[in-house]
C-alpha cells in the first residue's frame, strides 16, 4: 500500500459509516496524473484509493473519512454518497480494458473493505449506477461480471420470461435493485445496461428487465 495523503476530505455527516463502495475510472493520462488531482486542493475532489494499471494501490484518504468523489446522486434512496461510501478510482480512459494485475488488485482491495465495514455486494456500484446521465464510469469495459462470481457485486438475475415489458414494470424492477436517481426512462434504462448489458442498444426489451431482481 502506497501511502500519499489528499487534503481534501472530511468527516462523514450524521454518524454514517461506510456501506456503499463507487467504483470510478480515473479518465487521465496516468494514475500518477490522477493522484495529483486528487491530492490538490484546488480541485476539491479525491477518493479512497487509487488502483494503477500495475496493480499497485495507493491509499490517498482513510476509510473512516469523507473523500470528495461521488458528488451528485442516490443509490437505494439514500443520498450524500460521499457520507456513506468508499471511492475507489481505476487508472483508466474508459475506452479499453481493465489489465489483470488491475482487476486482481481491486479483488483484493474489495474483499479487504468488505471485512472492515458492513457492505453487501449489491452496494459495490459504479458511478454511473448512482448518477445516471450525469456520470458513465467505470464504463462498459468494466468487468462486473467477474466482480459477481466472487460475490463482490450484484450478479444479473437469471433469464426468465416476463409478461409486462413496459417502462413503468422496468423503472419499478430498477430501482428496487438500487436505481432510484430521478431520471427519466432513456436515461435510466441506459444506466441499467451499462451495468449489466452494455453492449445493448434499442428500445426496451424484456431482456433489459430480465437482468434486474424480480421483487415480485
Known amino acids: 500500500m502506497i501511502e500519499r495523503p ?5 468527516p462523514r455527516r450524521d454518524g454514517l ?10 479518465a487521465m ?4 496524473a490522477a493522484i ?24 490517498l484518504v482513510p476509510e473512516d473519512q469523507r473523500a470528495w468523489h461521488a458528488g451528485t446522486g442516490e443509490w437505494r434512496g439514500w443520498t450524500d454518497i460521499n457520507s456513506r461510501s468508499i471511492g475507489i478510482e481505476l487508472d483508466n480512459a474508459g475506452d479499453h480494458p481493465f489489465p489483470e494485475p488491475q482487476m486482481a488488485a481491486l479483488d ?8 472492515r465495514w458492513p457492505i453487501s455486494p449489491e452496494n459495490i456500484i459504479g458511478h454511473s ?29 437469471p433469464s ?14 430498477a430501482q428496487a435493485a438500487g436505481f432510484t436517481a430521478n431520471v427519466d426512462d432513456a436515461t435510466l434504462l441506459a444506466a441499467v445496461r451499462l451495468r449489466f448489458r452494455p453492449h445493448s442498444r434499442g428500445p426496451l426489451s424484456q431482456e433489459d428487465l430480465a437482468v434486474l431482481p424480480d421483487t415480485g
Open 29 to 32: 493520462a496516468s494514475a500518477e
Open 6 to 10: 489528499s487534503p481534501n476530505f472530511g
Open 108 to 115: 483484493a482491495l474489495l474483499r479487504d473493505i468488505c471485512a
Open 160 to 173: 426468465r420470461p416476463l409478461a409486462d415489458v413496459s417502462a413503468q414494470r422496468f423503472r419499478t424492477l
Open 36 to 59: 495529483q488531482r486528487l491530492c490538490d486542493p484546488k480541485a476539491e475532489v479525491s477518493a479512497h484509493y487509487v488502483i494503477c494499471r500495475t496493480g499497485a494501490v495507493t491509499r
Open 129 to 157: 449506477d448512482m448518477a445516471p446521465g450525469r456520470k458513465s464510469d467505470p464504463g462498459p469495459r468494466f468487468g462486473w461480471a467477474r466482480l459477481a462470481r466472487q460475490g463482490l457485486a450484484a450478479p444479473g438475475a
Open 17 to 26: 459509516t461506510p456501506s456503499i463502495i463507487v467504483l470510478h475510472y480515473t
